[in-house]
């Protein structure tokens, strides 16, 4: 599985951000959430760990919000790493990147902040409550994770009817029809969980004031605290 979806994400890479915009109905708003979760003031020197970090996008908005924030990014894919090295190719040691499966994988250091975007929901639930521990005791005392994730409905019927929306709404936003098909095709290897599920599994990991910030669709931005 972890070969299938580091493919699929290799031949995304260049097209990846153009379309993310149009893919995810409220990009503003869903990013924004995520920002705003990570509760610290904005000069804090923050050590940040990016799952999933693809192109380096939510990466590079926690950079400007936290302009002495150190990141380091993971990815399973090169290829989405490659470009993430060209984002931040003036940044210097502010920036670390790291081609890992960090569905199993362990976590070496400790952060500030841990956090994802539309990344999480490739692993199986076990892999989730997994990592959901791994991160938390990765955490400093008073971290955060955030996670700007995909869900899947609590049943069947919510499930389609949300994810029938979702395409109707990126279609008017104009989505092009193949950029349409090539995400419907990756979502082929999703593993997505309830919003219900991952919360709960935050509490059974340790994790406190746990916060969901944003839904909208399939889309959800949620936290913990160490």
């Known amino acids: 599985m972890a070969n299938s979806v580091q493919q699929a994400f290799d031949l995304a890479a260049e097209d990846y951000d153009r379309t993310r915009r149009r893919l995810v109905p409220g990009f503003d708003d869903f990013y924004r959430a995520a920002i705003d979760l990570i509760?610290?003031?904005?000069?804090?020197?923050?050590?940040?760990?990016?799952?999933?970090?693809?192109?380096?996008?939510?990466s590079a908005l926690?950079?400007?919000?936290?302009?002495?924030?150190?990141?380091?990014m993971v990815d399973i894919s090169n290829e989405m790493l490659e470009r993430a090295r060209a984002r931040f190719e003036l940044g210097g040691e502010r920036f670390r990147f790291e081609v890992s499966d960090y569905g199993v994988d362990p976590i070496?250091?400790?952060?500030?902040?841990?956090?994802?975007?539309?990344?999480?929901?490739?692993?199986?639930?076990?892999?989730?409550?997994?990592l959901f521990d791994?991160?938390?005791?990765?955490?400093?005392?008073?971290?955060?994770?955030?996670?700007?994730?995909?869900?899947?409905?609590?049943?069947?019927?919510?499930?389609?009817?949300?994810?029938e929306r979702w395409i109707t709404r990126v279609?008017?936003?104009?989505?092009?029809?193949?950029?349409?098909?090539?995400?419907?095709?990756?979502?082929?290897?999703?593993?997505?969980?309830?919003?219900?599920?991952?919360l709960e599994w935050l509490r059974a990991a340790g994790f406190r004031d746990i916060d969901c910030a944003y839904k909208n669709l399939i889309f959800a931005v949620y936290r913990g605290l160490k």
């Open 108 to 130: 070496q250091e400790k952060y500030d902040a841990v956090v994802s975007a539309l990344s999480i929901h490739h692993l199986s639930d076990d892999q989730k409550r997994s």
């Open 39 to 58: 509760h610290f003031p904005r000069d804090s020197r923050l050590k940040v760990l990016d799952l999933g970090a693809g192109t380096g996008l939510l």
């Open 171 to 198: 279609r008017e936003l104009g989505v092009e029809e193949l950029d349409l098909a090539a995400a419907l095709e990756r979502m082929k290897f999703d593993r997505a969980a309830t919003l219900e599920d991952q």
């Open 62 to 72: 926690i950079a400007y919000s936290f302009p002495h924030a150190r990141i380091t």
């Open 134 to 163: 791994r991160i938390h005791g990765a955490l400093n005392d008073g971290g955060v994770f955030v996670n700007a994730e995909q869900f899947r409905g609590a049943t069947p019927e919510r499930h389609r009817f949300h994810h």
